[in-house]
């Protein structure tokens, strides 16, 4: 049946995203989205973008959404290349940097598309254990054999790495590619942007669908030096010359824009975070010390896929590997404090216990 | 400074698409854009679908667009696939048919995109000579070693194939995939779609950006048997999960649903064709009978390349390259009537002639 298709793809395991569910309304946690909606200036945006220029292509080079980044991040303009979403950037710097046999780190828990990434570029990873805490053993990844592939903060964990251990990173492994995905860096942890005009080998990935609100739109950008964003360029190039629309170009630059709510935004999602984390500690949870817009727990008595499957039924969705290193824990991303009330509530119920 | 680059992409030349001008004013006849903006039912659609939802991703799987689509065409739903237009689809397509030294047969004149795919994936790509008028010789794809790669119309020579010699082609071409590009389908030819239950092994790719004139918006379509369309989905889910935005899926569908618009809208840009040709002719131009939103021009006296420059300083842009086999003739997208009559006064003008 599949004789036409390239040999490979046979038997490539897609990337398998958490539940975007139809049949009916639940309290959604499993796709660490945003709670809030998108900044009013971004809706006025898109609308506002919605006229006869859609019978023209967009501008492939993302202009104004790039100026918009430049303005956001600080760097120059030369040093950004805007894409749809951040997986299309990753996917674009996995061909760029780490295809056919390339080698390249990266933690053994870690996005869940990375071995997607480099099962259908041809890296070899080596996927190197975290430590039993979840955290990262830096020294492993200076002097890699190859580039480095790292989520800072990482995911599903949502522990973060400190600057000055990105920095040993990126020093450490001089003439290969570093790429940290910033993915969850708007809820408390530091970005390597201020790194990127003193090393040439930093690509750091970014998103506007998590901080930003803006999972529906699709945009995301990179930083690094030129001979990086070249890369990428080139190889996107090869592929589509226009991914990202008129309409997603301007809503994205409007939302980066506005700045105020972005900060209200990204707050409020923080502080929600630390008192549902209070909560869960108050049920028995333990977990790692969040630094994104998700919580990685693990209960000492009641597995997690019981769990998950008890909340599902109860109309909430959060996300369970069953994977090795990951099957005793849950990624519960950051609702409203109403969510967050309901799923405590509800997780009280299941453990048979009471609210602290 | 490559040193980082996958080796591969040095010397890797990307598709370059046709000017999009930001200096001054043009009309623009150089990327066969629709003059006349999408059905208001699309901009309306897009608009509502501009709300606090944009926070939540896409559906990956294009649901309600792919609805559309089964239709406007006719076809079941499971022999369909929506991509963030038609490009993104071809770049699926070589990855999925024809990566990693696979042969394909395809005219060599032909969309500029299809050998920088092969670059890019590794296909192996044989050029088919077109006749001395252009037309694709439908013997040579008959038994092709591996797969064939067949715009119909062909751009940017503007000719098409009738039904019966596509037919001929899949027919001969067993357990090998024919991808037949119908990108320019809606301006006179006939579409292979009527083929997708009779044969395996055929791909049929299209547009939203030409005929729906939503070229900003990044939508287009595949049709095939079941084997055929998870083949592309099993590449896409393995480089990203959404890449027709919210925005996009809800726009793209609602053009779709306007059937009248749609009807309205090409017939005017295919009597306004006619019109031009008849008036280029009259000027001396020689020309393929075009069953597309172009025309593929060249005049007995005045050198192509001249041309281009000329109408260029006038404000007019259309399509030229200083490739074999084209390098005496331009691609001129149609326009409004008007535009239309802008040109051909600005080359009667260029040419020292009076409008006959």
Not at 51 to 77: K, Q, W
């Amino acid at each position: 049946m599949k004789e036409m298709w390239s040999s490979d793809l046979v038997n490539m395991k897609p990337y398998v995203p958490g539940e975007q569910p139809k049949d009916r309304r639940y309290i959604k946690l499993n796709t660490n989205e945003n709670p809030y909606p998108p900044s009013p200036k971004a809706i006025e945006a898109v609308i506002a973008a919605a006229n006869a220029d859609l019978r023209l292509y967009p501008d492939g080079e993302c202009g104004l959404l790039v100026d918009a980044i430049a303005e956001f991040t600080g760097l120059p303009r030369t040093r950004i290349f805007a894409g749809n979403g951040s997986d299309e950037v990753l996917a674009l710097a996995f061909r760029a940097f780490f295809a056919a046999g390339a080698k390249a780190r990266t933690p053994d828990v870690g996005y869940s598309f990375y071995p997607v990434y480099a099962a259908i570029f041809g890296t070899n990873v080596e996927y190197v254990p975290v430590n039993e805490d979840y955290t990262v053993p830096v020294g492993r990844f200076i002097d890699s054999p190859g580039g480095v592939v790292l989520a800072n903060p990482n995911a599903p964990t949502a522990a973060a790495l400190p600057l000055a251990d990105i920095e040993r990173i990126v020093a450490g492994n001089p003439g290969r590619l570093v790429l940290i995905d910033e993915a969850y860096v708007d809820f408390g942890a530091e970005t390597a942007a201020g790194l990127i005009e003193k090393y040439d080998n930093l690509l750091v990935v970014r998103t506007l669908s998590k901080a930003h609100s803006l999972a529906g739109i699709r945009a995301g950008w990179a930083m690094g030096c030129e001979n990086i964003i070249a890369a990428l360029n080139t190889v996107k190039n090869c592929v589509n010359s226009y991914t990202v629309d008129r309409i997603a170009q301007a809503g994205a630059a409007a939302a980066l824009r506005d700045r105020e709510y972005f900060e209200t935004t990204r707050r409020r999602v923080i502080a929600t975070r630390e008192r549902a984390a209070a909560a869960l500690r108050g049920l028995g949870f333990e977990m790692t010390e969040s630094k994104s817009n998700f919580l990685f727990v693990t209960h000492p008595e009641f597995p997690a896929k019981e769990l998950f499957k008890a909340l599902r039924e109860r109309g909430i969705l959060v996300r369970y590997w069953d994977l090795p290193r990951v099957s005793d824990r849950l990624r519960i991303s950051i609702g409203t404090d109403e969510d967050m009330q309901t799923l405590v509530a509800a997780i009280a119920d299941i453990l048979g216990k009471k609210r602290p």
